[in-house]
């Protein structure tokens, strides 16, 4: 289903990451255990809606009955992964980041990726630090995006706190609480 206007509701986790990953690849297989991970505690998941770790974690959520979010951009002409429930259709990638950012009302989970990736956490890193945004956790998985981090550590100490980074997708609920009811 394509919405019209978007409302954002709570619980909702933005993972960010690469489109290449294939099927049977460790970033498919983190992403999966990170859509996993996720629902186990109770959250739906937003990503970029087409093939690689969106698919995955979209697919991994689906897994345990979580619900998926797919913010699409009409420049592409690919259809969004059977994983997703609601998709949302933006014009263009300002739009499509924003509404990815917009749609993390729970946090953000970042995978292994390119350009659209390092363009997605600079954005929640910049917008935490420079509180445009609620205090939300904003967590990298595994260590592709370690050397960023410290970069960025070093250059701009007073903002390092905004960015975590865990080994695996089993420790997202040491950032992450359950939703789910005990």
């Given amino acids: 289903m394509t919405d019209g206007e978007i409302e954002f509701q709570d619980g909702v986790v933005s993972i960010f990451g690469a489109n290449n990953a294939v099927e049977g690849d460790e970033a498919f297989l983190r992403a999966h255990e990170v859509g996993k991970s996720l629902a186990r505690l109770g959250y739906a998941i937003a990503n970029g809606a087409y093939g690689g770790t969106m698919e995955a974690s979209a697919r991994g959520a689906k897994s345990l009955g979580g619900e998926t979010i797919g913010v699409t951009c009409s ?5 969004p992964n059977p994983y997703i429930d609601r998709v949302i259709q933006t014009a263009g990638l300002t739009e ?3 509404t990815l950012v917009n749609c993390g009302t729970s946090g953000y989970v970042v995978l292994n990726g390119a350009t659209g990736t390092l363009a997605e956490l600079a954005c929640v890193w910049e917008m935490r630090a ?3 945004i609620p205090r ?3 967590v990298c998985v595994g260590d592709f995006w370690a050397p ?3 970069l960025m550590a070093r250059e701009r ?6 960015v975590s980074r865990v080994d695996s997708p089993r420790e997202l609920s040491k950032h992450f609480a359950s939703l789910m009811a005990h």
Avoid: D, G, T, Y
């Fill in 157 to 162: 100490p007073a903002c390092a706190h905004c």
């Fill in 148 to 150: 960023v981090i410290a």
């Fill in 130 to 132: 420079k509180s445009l």
């Fill in 136 to 138: 939300r956790p904003i």
């Fill in 96 to 98: 499509r980041l924003e």
């Fill in 75 to 79: 420049i592409w002409k690919s259809s």
